[in-house]
């Protein structure tokens, strides 16, 4: 290769593939993993409980950080890359390193977050970060049949099928695993599952009606086997609905609220927010029981930001009383990730792009391979 090639051509990026560290900082073990996509771009996970999206440039000072490279050795390497000054990549890579320290023993993390470097594109076509996995349709007693398509399936997949299901994903570079329905704190097998893609080291998060956390016992079980975050779908007429809040706010767990607007709450829809907050909640996700309440429910996302309840768009909605319709939001930089980003698994293991689209089966995560799955 000539000078001028050197000069001009676009660096390669590191080989592609997971990278993972065990350690300990303060005496407090900690590990990280690291996947390096094919463009250089990488997803951090920390602790098994938040997904960090890197550019090529943090990503490669992932891969020296996990890899205990010499800091000095790190910055050269960085500099001889990227044609920077070796002075402001030792600077950043200090930066970087830092801030991995401060998030190791961060409580209540987002479980999907960007470093502060220039953003990753998180959503584009070859990287998908989550599965949704309807562990269930079965609802609780007293719920009508039709707020869950329990007759799409012939049957729930078994615990040992969900764990394939996680080990798959986890090797196909899969980081993120959401527990949805139904109501999937019906499965009692629900805590052999997060506990299991804790093992894996992925991320792992709970959409539920959150009854069943006023146990104190069953919470609590579900937290010390490794559930990182929950979405509580509100019932502001349910007592115990309010009783799950209060329990789960004190926790060391990120948490979302979720509302829908429907005709029965919708006078009263800035009430109800305004006692989430009180609670000390600090995200809220909301949507519409039907597109007649769009406008109530656009003006409910300021009253929401006006309380400081930072609104959350990324996560999917249970099927509720309420199905809620598509949401809509003030936020033009959230991006439409579904069938890409994330992907949704019937509890049969069938997969669709999204909740809602049964027409657009893509396959079977437990019979088909990861590739035939994701090409179509």
């Not at 676009?10 to 593939?17: A, D, I, N």
């Not at 990280?32 to 960090?52: M, P, Y």
């Not at 953003?119 to 599965?131: E, M």
């Amino acid at each position: 290769m000539n000078i001028l090639q050197r000069i001009f051509s676009k660096p390669e990026p590191l080989p592609s593939g997971m990278h993972h560290l065990q350690a300990a900082q303060d005496e407090e073990p900690y590990r990280v993993h690291l996947r390096l996509n094919k463009d250089g771009s990488g997803i951090l996970i920390i602790n098994a409980a938040t997904v960090l999206q890197l550019n090529p440039t943090a990503a490669e000072y992932a891969f020296h950080f996990i890899k205990g490279t010499d800091r000095e050795e790190a910055a050269s390497r960085v500099a001889r890359r990227y044609r920077v000054n070796k002075k402001t990549a030792l600077a950043d890579f200090d930066s970087f390193a830092d801030r991995i320290h401060t998030l190791i023993h961060t409580p209540d993390l987002d479980p999907a977050s960007f470093l502060d470097f220039e953003r990753a594109q998180p959503h584009s076509a070859d990287s998908t970060l989550r599965l949704d996995c309807a562990v269930t349709y079965r609802l609780p007693e007293g719920t009508h049949a039709e707020y869950a398509p329990v007759k799409r399936v012939e049957r729930e997949l078994t615990t040992a099928e969900w764990m394939t299901i996680m080990d798959k994903a986890w090797h196909a570079g899969i980081p993120h695993i959401v527990f949805t329905g139904g109501e999937p704190t019906l499965r009692e097998d629900l805590p052999q599952l997060i506990a299991h893609a804790e093992y894996n080291g992925q991320v792992c998060g709970l959409l539920t009606d959150g009854l069943k956390l006023t146990d104190g016992t069953y919470l609590d079980t579900l937290l010390q086997t490794g559930l990182d975050h929950i979405m509580l779908i509100l019932q502001p007429d349910e007592p115990r609905s309010w009783e799950a809040i209060e329990a789960i706010v004190p926790q060391d767990i990120f948490l979302i609220v979720h509302l829908t607007i429907t005709r029965d709450n919708v006078h009263r829809a800035k009430d109800i927010l305004e006692r989430v907050a009180n609670l000390g909640v600090e995200h809220i996700s909301i949507s519409a029981a039907e597109d007649s309440l769009v406008d109530e429910m656009l003006e409910l996302q300021g009253a929401a930001q006006s309380l400081s309840l930072n609104l959350r768009w990324d996560l999917p909605v249970p099927y509720s009383a309420s199905n809620p319709v598509a949401i809509e939001t003030v936020d033009e930089a959230v991006p439409e990730g579904a069938g890409k980003t994330w992907l949704y698994l019937e509890p049969d293991g069938d997969v669709l792009p999204a909740q809602g689209e049964p027409d657009k089966v893509m396959g079977n995560f437990l019979k088909d391979d990861w590739e035939t799955i994701f090409n179509k």
